[in-house]
């Protein structure tokens, strides 16, 4: 008898590894399959979000003059980017002109004159300026261009 019950026993073993094998492949493709397809959607959206039409670009009219600290100047003029959805009335530019003097009021001559404090100064204005000109979720506008940048 013990014969039998070691051939049993041998017998069934292998059954028993193969059949939870294939359960953990199974639940390994469903897994990844499922996370593959979700990541596939998420990028797909972003990249939707992330690429509007461009659209005219508006000029504001007249340079400003900011006071930066230390007794320091910078006169800033720049132009903002629509894009399609903004259709060909030009956005008013009010906004943008006070969120630039709230960026840069107070701001110390060193920030500015490197390209990397420029260019960091710059992002955080045009994404307020942004935020500020998106409307019922669309961007009417999409950028900015400095026209003039002087410093004294």
């Known amino acids: 008898m013990s014969k039998d019950e070691t051939t049993t026993t041998a017998a069934d073993a292998p059954k028993k590894s193969k059949k939870m094998l294939m359960i953990i492949v199974a639940a390994a493709v469903v897994l990844l399959g499922g996370g ?7 990028l797909k959206g972003d990249k939707a979000e992330a ?4 659209g005219s670009v508006v000029a504001l009219e007249d340079a ?19 894009t399609a ?20 009021t107070g701001k110390k001559l060193a920030d500015l004159s490197t390209e ?13 300026i942004v935020k500020a000109y998106t409307e019922d979720g669309k961007k009417m506008v999409m950028g900015m261009y400095f026209t003039s940048f002087v410093t004294q």
């Open 36 to 42: 593959g397809a979700g990541a596939f959607f998420m």
């Open 51 to 54: 690429a509007p039409v461009k």
């Open 64 to 82: 400003m003059t900011i006071n930066l600290a230390d007794g320091h100047y910078l006169k800033l003029n720049f132009s903002l980017q629509q």
């Open 85 to 104: 959805d903004a259709g060909a009335e030009s956005v008013d530019t009010s906004e943008a002109r006070e969120l630039a003097i709230d960026e840069y």
């Open 116 to 128: 990397k404090g420029r260019e960091e100064l710059k992002s955080e204005l045009t994404a307020k």
